[in-house]
């Protein structure tokens, strides 16, 4: 019999109330919630298309300061080459 126990506090009056209730006010309370998750969906799928863009412009900068930095790096070693091999040959001849 535990499926027509009721919770403390509840008779069978109150329990039919609050179905008569809710079926009453479903038609009116659905659509209002549907519009507010609809809202929020979309606004989330809003902020992650931006939140998206955004980390592919950050990605594409730091790719941009990598590849300069490494060229950088490599005519410094270029000029630090010329600059070691320069007097080893002066002091060949």
Not at 60 to 89: C, F, I, N
């Amino acid at each position: 019999m535990a499926l027509l126990s009721l919770p403390k506090g509840l008779s069978w009056g109150s329990g039919l109330a609050i179905g008569a209730a809710s079926v009453i006010l479903a038609p009116v309370v659905l659509p209002v919630v549907g519009g507010v998750l609809k809202s929020l969906t979309k606004a989330g799928i809003k902020g992650g298309m931006v939140l998206y863009e955004k980390g592919k412009l950050f990605a594409e900068e730091t790719k941009e300061t990598v590849e300069d930095l490494t060229e950088e790096a490599k005519a410094e070693l270029k000029a630090g080459s010329k600059a070691v091999a320069a007097p080893k040959k002066a002091a060949a001849k």
